[in-house]
Nanobody, 118 residues
């Protein structure tokens, strides 16, 4: 079955950086667009970024554009999210997801927590 396992979250100071990873299994990773979705404490889901199956086209929410970079390594079945210039507003659980239309996704990882605080 589809498995998506995120890692790389943690506590970081404002202005810092983190790199999230998501290892996929149970499906042909290179055939699917992938996305990152986040959920801040007490708030709803927010679509963050997506990448097409080949990794050649990327999409970003306005709130992260210019600070976050999505990428993938199809040989390693891994999705990445490089997050720079982090602010407390980026504090959230970050989920790797497949088959998404906005925040409605067919498969989800378990999430990795990112906390931005001094």
């Amino acid at each position: 079955q589809v498995q998506l396992v995120e890692s790389g979250g943690g506590l970081v100071q404002p202005g810092g950086s983190l790199r999230l990873s998501c290892v996929a299994s149970g499906f042909t990773f290179s055939n699917y667009a992938m996305a990152w979705v986040r959920q801040a404490p007490g708030k709803g889901l927010e679509w963050v970024s997506a990448v097409n199956s080949g990794g050649t086209t990327t999409y970003y929410a306005d709130s992260v554009k210019g600070r976050f970079t999505i990428s993938r390594d199809n040989a390693k079945n891994t999705l990445y999210l490089q997050m720079n210039s982090l602010t407390p507003e980026d504090t959230a659980a970050y989920y790797c997801a497949k088959d998404c239309a906005g925040t409605v996704c067919g498969s989800w990882g378990q999430g990795t927590q990112v906390t931005v605080s001094s």
